[in-house]
């Protein structure tokens, strides 16, 4: 009987190195270290280039001192807030040993991804805030996002990156369908369990929304294709220009012999307010801006992709997306950069750390404001954006107080692009080519939350094409239990043939 | 890979490219457009899959040089590789039995209309073409129109061959002389705009294909939002096919401009 992760992590932690490392510094001694401050390049350095990587990662000697703040507790409720169930105790005392390498195989047991999560995961709402210093001390959780980057970091550094064990090949084929986060988790894992998998994408690039959409000052391309060498490596197989059910059917794949699919095709259709003038020129959705210049560099000389380049920029939007937007056009060189969003700051979606950054750049924040609409100058270009000021309601149903106009309260913007990040909706395209496939109202795919398998039992489904527009993490949540599930049903299947 | 096997100078500035994509040659469907992009700084331009052969696993391509993007293409010989290729992308057309139909045909649009015409007409339909160009050297797949045809009608704008006028005069004097029962028009938006007037006139069902300004093509990005009976559609996912008399035709030629400074900028850097 193979055993359970809590019995994993507990035998994990019973090991004589963990015992003797706990002991070493009595409790009382790291609850009064100070948590760890992130060095991060001065803002009027790091807004005259795209490229330029805000936070600067921490050194082995602040690793080691922050991860000597963990308790090692014998419950430890952070992996509850993990959803790729990451043993963090385990990796985190690795650090404290200074066995950095194996912190990083740590990691590695549980995502595919380390170096990408411990950047863009919004930590201090998953496993920090469960933290026994959040909960207990109401001190400064122990920076575990600091921390994982750190190990991804310093193995992909040292040059001796560790290719993770993978079990010998089963012979059954299975497919992903996009090369986001959830499909990458989901591959990682069904390699492991020694499948033939192959990622389909439909763009030229490998990578989803790390690629198109979070731009290089947050998560350099470069980062990303190490995680993905290392998939490679492990024996995935990446089909550019691919996409499934148009390029192929369906029953093509299933021809080719693959016998299970797991769909995380992404929230690809970019959303917009339905408000006059929003089709003039210069208004454009987030996901077009940031694809321009992530995916396409249409901000370097040498591209042949054009990309609209505004001095009065106003990005519309509270979340991630729409801080990445507003802080690409800082750094593309806008005079003004403004946030329009309809709430309060507190309501904010995106993460504190980015709000943050946004502001130490000069991100000029409209808070309280709704575009109405949208005005063109002699040329049809947008010059003007209106506005309805808000305050804030009652409660709505997301627990946030509801924005409601206040009457008569109108004013107007002088700007020369806007840019729309309010949320997308699920790409149609693989959906419209499989009958059957139940969806939701929302025009997600309907799945077993538990399992992640769809309605027809040979897909399974996870990332924003289930959720509507999630985070990486919980993408890659998703993959992972798709693949625990897939492999489960995969399993069954061919033991009844064998039997 | 997707290898050039086949180039042919249609006319000064239009070029045909039968390219090797055997999985896109099985699966696409007229009206279909692919995206590809040259080199590794390129730029991702749609065109419309024009024919395909199946057993060879090819597609042929016509494109027109334009631009930096178009201009580069144009510059790839037989035995180049197209760097990326992606497809069969866009809903396909409607094809069924209607009865008469009446294709027109502007310029390098006479290229996507093509696969439509021969479709409609293995479908039983009588096919009437009228095909547009400005003069005798720049109109193209005349013969090719021919085979799939039950009449060819050819307008130039200065009269150098066939009939002197615009595509609407050769459409007009058809709809009076005979009962249309749909209208298909692919050309400059201008064009296709007039055609939608023409058609609406007469009360005839007509679809139009649009080349708005596109970068993923799939659905992510929305740069082809084009408003049809008064709602935003992604011509790119919903289209490329529309319904010609609910299209602002307005808005949409304004959009193809959106990036004309910064086009005419690298065009000009580049000469």
């Known amino acids: 009987m193979e055993m359970t992760a809590q019995e994993k992590q507990q035998q994990e932690r019973n090991k004589e190195w963990r015992d003797e490392l706990r002991k070493s510094v009595p409790n009382k001694d790291r609850v009064s270290i100070e948590r760890v401050k992130m060095t991060e390049v001065a803002p009027e350095e790091r807004i005259k280039s795209q490229n330029i990587e805000v936070n600067c990662g921490l050194t082995p000697e602040q690793a080691q001192r922050e991860a000597s703040r963990c308790l090692d507790c014998a419950n430890p409720t952070c992996i509850e807030g993990c959803p790729v169930s990451i043993d963090i105790p385990r990796f985190v005392k690795c650090i404290e040993a200074g066995k950095f390498l194996d912190a990083a195989a740590t990691l590695k047991e549980f995502s595919a991804l380390p170096a990408v999560c411990g950047r863009v995961c919004p930590q201090e709402k998953q496993c920090e805030i469960k933290c026994f210093y959040a909960q207990k001390m109401k001190k400064d959780p122990v920076a575990i996002g600091y921390l994982e980057r750190f190990a991804a970091d310093y193995e992909r550094e040292s040059g001796k990156i560790q290719i993770p064990e993978v079990a010998s090949k089963n012979g059954i084929k299975v497919a992903a369908i996009g090369s986001g986060p959830a499909s990458l988790s989901f591959a990682g894992d069904m390699i492991k369990l020694g499948y033939e998998v192959t990622v389909f994408e439909a763009l030229h690039e490998i990578g989803g929304v790390l690629k198109y959409g979070i731009p290089e000052f947050r998560l350099p391309n470069s980062i990303v294709d190490v995680e993905l060498e290392n998939l490679k490596n492990m024996g995935v197989r990446f089909e550019k220009n691919f996409v499934v059910g148009r390029t192929a059917s369906f029953d093509d794949l299933k021809e080719l012999g693959y016998e299970c699919f797991f769909i995380g095709s992404g929230a690809g259709l970019p959303n917009f307010m339905n408000i006059p003038g929003e089709n003039l020129n210069g208004v454009m959705s987030s996901n077009e801006y940031l694809t321009r210049v992530n995916l396409m560099a249409a901000n370097q000389d040498d591209s042949d992709t054009p990309v609209l380049l505004g001095k009065r920029v106003a990005v519309v939007g509270g979340g991630n997306t729409a801080m990445d937007a507003v802080r690409t056009a800082k750094r593309l060189g806008a005079e003004k950069a403004m946030l329009i969003y309809r709430r309060s700051r507190e309501e904010m979606p995106a993460r504190v750390e980015e709000v943050k950054h946004a502001e130490e750049e000069g991100v000029e924040f409209h808070n309280l404001a709704n575009p109405i609409e949208y005005l063109a100058d002699d040329d049809g270009r947008v010059a003007k954006v209106r506005l309805q000021r808000m305050k804030l309601g009652e409660p709505d149903a997301s627990g946030r107080r509801r924005p409601v106009p206040i009457e008569g309260a109108i004013d107007e913007l002088d700007i020369d692009l806007a840019i729309v990040a309010i949320g997308v909706s699920p790409n149609p395209l693989i959906p419209a080519c499989l009958s059957g496939l139940k969806m939701t109202r929302w025009h997600t795919i309907e799945v077993n939350e538990e399992t992640m398998q769809s309605t027809i039992p040979e897909f399974f489904a996870g990332g924003d094409i289930v959720r509507g527009g999630a985070t990486v993490i919980l993408a890659m949540g998703d993959g992972r239990r798709a693949a625990a599930n897939m492999h489960k049903y995969l399993s069954e299947k061919h033991a009844e043939k064998k039997g | ?271």
């Not at chain 2, 050297?137 to 799939?148: F, G, H």
């Not at chain 2, 708005?212 to 096919?241: H, L, Q």
Request: hydrophobic share 40%; charged share 25%; glycine share 10%.
């Open chain 2, 1 to 271: 890979m997707n290898k050039i096997v086949e180039k042919k100078q249609l006319s000064e500035n239009v070029v045909k490219f039968v390219v090797e994509a055997p999985m896109i040659a099985k699966s696409r469907k007229p009206g279909n457009f692919v995206i590809l992009r040259i080199g590794s700084k390129g730029e991702r331009i749609p065109l419309t899959i024009v024919d395909s052969d199946i057993e060879r696993g090819t597609i042929t391509l016509i494109v027109q040089n334009v631009g930096v993007s178009s201009g580069k293409l144009c510059q790839l010989n037989e035995g180049d590789e197209i760097t990326d290729l992606v497809g069969p992308l866009g809903k396909a057309t409607h094809i069924h039995q209607a009865g008469t139909v009446l294709a027109l045909g502007g310029g390098v649009g006479i290229a996507p209309l093509y696969p439509i015409v021969e479709a409609m007409k293995k479908a039983g339909n009588r096919v009437i073409t009228v095909l547009a160009a400005r003069n005798k050297d720049l109109l193209i797949l005349e013969e090719e129109m021919r085979q799939w045809s039950d009449e060819v009608i050819v307008m130039t704008d200065d009269g150098s061959y066939g009939r002197k006028g615009l595509v609407t005069e050769g459409a007009e004097e058809v709809i009076k002389r005979e009962k249309v029962d749909e209208c298909i028009a692919i050309g400059p938006a201008i064009m296709m705009k007039f055609c939608a007037l023409l058609t609406k006139k007469y009360d005839i069902p007509t679809q139009v294909s649009l080349n708005t300004i596109m970068v993923d093509g799939t659905g992510m990005c929305g740069a082809c939002r084009v408003t049809v009976n008064g709602e935003t559609k992604f011509t790119c996912v919903d289209g490329p096919e529309f319904n010609a008399h609910q299209i602002d035709f307005d808005e949409m030629l304004k959009r193809l401009q959106a990036y004309k400074r910064e086009e005419d900028q690298a065009r000009n850097e580049k000469k």
